[in-house]
């Protein structure tokens, strides 16, 4: 089945710096997704990209899903300790509406 | 957003009992609903695919008669673990999707623990 990976599995950064996360697919999606996972808690939906090239915003949040949509990222502006989590992307794992396949997940931890 | 509810939110059982886990949408009509297990650090595994009124669709290597799924209605799907073991303890998560839809949405999930 359809595979994404994303890079870095984990990512320590001090409050105030930027932090990015990558995920990649070998083939083409027709839609990509991010969750955010608190620590002991459960995924939270971010963000839908659909389009080719596609950049969203949520405050210090920037999604980006890449020009053949293979690859997206999430990018963090001035990190702060609220940002902690692991960031999943997720892509279409079949025909069943909602379907999806996880990737690995960014472990980001801030330091005050 | 849509609101979806496990239940219940943790259980510690013995080595051969079996666990109930619920999973309900509150807000509105769940065509599909989706079973997932997360060990310790890592990712999300789909254990499932559950449709209402039909069989699940188990993934490669998940055992069907192990892990039981019903969905009988639009807001409800369960998940039965039979005869657990203790390499079944570990994080279940459900989300469900309405009619069409591309979003889905988690429950909070379950911790089994199998002692």
């Known amino acids: 089945g359809q595979q994404v990976m994303q890079i870095p599995q984990y990512q320590h950064v001090q409050e105030g710096e930027d932090f990015t996360t990558y995920c990649n697919s070998s083939?083409?999606?027709?839609?990509i997704q991010w969750y955010k996972q608190r620590p002991g808690g459960h995924p939270v939906f971010l963000i839908q990209?659909?389009?080719?090239?596609e950049v969203k915003k949520q405050k210090r949040l920037t999604f980006q899903f890449g020009e053949a949509k293979k690859n997206s990222s999430l990018h963090i502006t001035a990190t702060q300790t609220t940002d902690v989590g692991t960031y999943f992307c997720?892509?279409?794992?079949?025909?069943?509406?909602?379907?999806?396949?996880f990737g690995d997940g960014t472990t980001l931890t801030v330091k005050p | 957003g849509a609101v979806v509810s496990q239940h219940p939110s943790w259980v510690i059982c013995k080595s051969g009992t079996s666990v109930k886990i619920e999973c309900r949408s509150l807000?509105?009509?769940?065509?599909?609903m989706f079973w997932y297990r997360q060990f310790p650090k890592q990712s999300l595994m789909l254990m499932a695919t559950?449709?209402?009124?039909?069989?699940?669709?188990?993934e490669q290597g998940v055992e069907k008669d192990k892990f039981l799924i019903n969905h009988a209605s639009l807001t409800l799907s369960t998940l039965t673990v039979t005869s657990a073991h203790p390499e079944d303890s570990s994080f279940y998560i459900c989300?469900?999707?309405?009619?069409?839809?591309?979003?889905?949405?988690f429950g909070p999930g379950t911790r089994l623990t199998v002692l």
């Open positions: 989300s469900a999707a309405g009619q069409g839809a591309d979003t889905q949405y």
């Open positions: 083939t083409t999606l027709s839609n």
């Open positions: 990209l659909v389009k080719s090239g």
């Open positions: 997720a892509g279409p794992g079949g025909t069943n509406a909602g379907k999806s396949t």
């Open positions: 807000d509105f009509q769940a065509t599909t």
């Open positions: 559950s449709n209402e009124g039909s069989k699940a669709t188990y």
